[in-house]
Nanobody, 115 residues
């Protein structure tokens, strides 16, 4: 499975961004699709997860601002981020899990929230 993330960039506080991550390859094996982020000097943390059936899970601190969605026909996972704050500045990574238990990571996309 190959993952291509896009949509990062520079945004002002209070702004919005939508990240996309398109999967290719053995896509029929994909189960969960996740977004993680790694803030400067911090470990990589789960932001949100969406299951094959559409069940979503969010980091508690991000509920209400971030929304994960998935288009199974396009094999793409999205992360809509609203009311962005400087502390959301991070490299955002998509990750997918497969039925075999193997996980795949995409290359990160930088999100910078600054005025």
């Amino acid at each position: 499975v190959q993952l291509q993330a896009s949509g990062g960039g520079l945004v002002q506080p209070g702004g919005s961004l939508r990240l996309s991550c398109a999967a290719s390859g053995s896509i029929s094996t994909i189960t969960d699709m996740d977004w993680y982020r790694q803030r400067p000097g911090k470990q990589r943390d789960l932001v949100a997860r969406i299951s094959r059936g559409g069940t979503t899970t969010y980091a508690d601190s991000l509920k209400g601002r971030f929304t994960i969605s998935r288009d199974n026909a396009e094999n793409t996972v999205y992360l809509q981020m609203n009311d962005l704050k400087p502390e959301d500045t991070a490299v955002y990574y998509c990750r997918v899990s497969t039925f075999s238990g193997i996980v795949y990571w995409g290359k990160g996309t930088q999100v910078t929230v600054s005025s």
